[in-house]
């Protein structure tokens, strides 16, 4: 499984973007799927899960400003985020796990930056 992150940019802060990410391949099935981040000098960290029968899960940063959503029929998540700070300021990575004879495997996608000034 390949994923492909985008929707990354420059916004001022309260601003909003969209962020999507499209798993591809031959014969396979997506369990959950996330998005994580990293900005410099830190680790990279959960923003937000989406299980493939689960409601969604947010880290506290995010939670009322970011919404997760995905269109299993089009294997694409998305990560709306809105009232964007400076501090969101990042590379966003989408993540997922792919089920395969019963064993899961946790596959990246490349990342996009996203960039909030103030």
């Known amino acids: 499984v390949q994923l492909q992150a985008s929707g990354g940019g420059l916004v001022q802060a309260g601003g909003s973007l969209r962020l999507s990410c499209v798993a591809s391949g031959s014969n396979f099935s997506i369990g959950s799927m996330a998005w994580y981040r990293q900005s410099p000098g830190t680790q990279r960290a959960r923003v937000a899960t989406i299980g493939s029968g689960a409601g969604p899960t947010y880290a506290d940063a995010v939670k009322g400003r970011f919404t997760i959503s995905r269109d299993s029929n089009k294997n694409t998540a998305y990560l709306e985020m809105t009232d964007l700070k400076p501090e969101d300021t990042a590379v966003y990575y989408c993540?997922?796990?792919?089920?395969?004879?019963?064993?899961?495997?946790?596959?990246w996608g490349q990342g996009t930056l996203v960039t909030v000034s103030s």
């Open positions: 993540a997922a796990t792919e089920i395969d004879g019963g064993r899961t495997y946790a596959r």
